[in-house]
């Protein structure tokens, strides 16, 4: 069974920081572009970051830009994604996703495999 599991959410102040995780089992990464895309309360999910498969090619949100980093570690099968400089508007469910694809893409649409999601939360 193909299965993205995320994890390494969690509360924290605003300024703080976090990484997670995302972690494949059933299949390698290898070939896969990941993104992590998040869902605010009462929002519709948007992207925030990709990856492509080898991960030397990264695409950010601009909301995000300077203060997240994507990378991954093909021989762990896990891509993370560091968050700094967190502010409260970054609260969100965090899904990473996969797509067979060498290209990091931004639309959700053209990702195949979700995880559960991790949910963060920034607040004082």
């Known amino acids: 069974q193909l299965q993205l599991v995320e994890s390494g959410g969690g509360s924290v102040q605003p300024g703080g920081s976090l990484r997670l995780s995302c972690a494949a089992s059933?299949?390698?990464?290898?070939?896969?572009?990941i993104g992590w895309l998040r869902q605010a309360p009462g929002k519709e999910r948007e992207f925030v970051v990709a990856?492509?498969?080898?991960?030397?090619?990264?695409y950010y949100a601009d909301s995000v830009k300077g203060r997240f980093t994507i990378s991954r570690n093909n021989a762990k099968n896990t891509v993370y994604l560091q968050m700094n400089s967190l502010k409260p508007e970054d609260t969100a469910v965090y899904y990473c996703?996969?797509?067979?694809?060498?290209?990091?893409?931004?639309?959700?649409?053209?990702?195949?495999?979700w995880g559960q999601g991790t949910q963060v939360t920034v607040s004082s």
């Open positions: 996703a996969a797509v067979r694809s060498a290209i990091a893409t931004e639309h959700q649409y053209d990702y195949n495999y």
């Open positions: 059933g299949f390698t990464l290898d070939y896969y572009a």
């Open positions: 990856i492509n498969w080898n991960g030397d090619s990264t």
